[in-house]
């Protein structure tokens, strides 16, 4: 098969909030354009309900984010949409080339900090030494678009090289 659809439904209650109680839907939508070129893309939507806003007076849960509520709401729903792109390219069997472009709208901030628009590009190379070893090193590009949100918030953009050695045991 050349295409294959899921389509996800994840943490269904009342999504009333409590440390991580997200609802989530997603859909992720594989292609394979041939042998050695796939895709993979997958979109969802978040929320909490009942998220305390930043400022009031209902301190949020250890370690989790207050929402960007309206003025004069002590609680709200916090929304996000997202979605990722990865398209592959296989050069050999130890060798593949990914690059991944991903968009996110955290409408109230709840999920980073900062409510606002985001989007990422990432070119990666991976390399498989022998069976066990993985090598790979990217670049990766990301945007926040409505409020600086890098560097404490001082920054709109951000810039990562970065590589990771993976075992596999």
């Known amino acids: 098969m050349n295409d294959n659809l899921y389509i996800c439904a994840n943490g269904i209650n009342d999504g009333k909030y409590a440390y991580n109680n997200l609802q989530q839907y997603d859909a992720t939508w594989y292609h394979k354009f041939s042998k050695t070129v796939h895709m993979a893309t ?4 978040m929320y909490e309900r009942d998220v ?7 301190e949020p849960e ?3 984010n207050a929402a960007y509520c309206l003025t004069g709401e002590q609680r709200c729903t916090a929304p996000e949409y997202a979605a990722v792109n990865f398209l592959q390219k296989e050069f050999s069997g130890h060798d593949f080339l990914s ?4 968009f996110l709208d ?5 999920r980073t900090g900062y409510a606002t628009k985001y989007s ?14 993985q090598l790979r090193p990217e670049l990766r590009f990301e945007r926040a678009w409505d ?5 404490n918030g001082r920054r709109h953009d951000q810039l990562t090289v970065a590589s990771d050695l993976i075992f596999h045991f």
């Open 42 to 45: 997958e979109t969802w939507y």
């Open 52 to 58: 305390p806003a930043l400022g009031g007076k209902i």
């Open 62 to 64: 250890t370690g989790a």
């Open 99 to 102: 690059f991944r472009s991903d």
């Open 106 to 110: 955290d409408k109230k901030g709840q």
């Open 120 to 133: 990422e590009n990432t070119i990666m190379w991976c390399h498989w030494i022998g069976t066990t070893v």
């Open 147 to 151: 409020h600086k949100a890098y560097d």
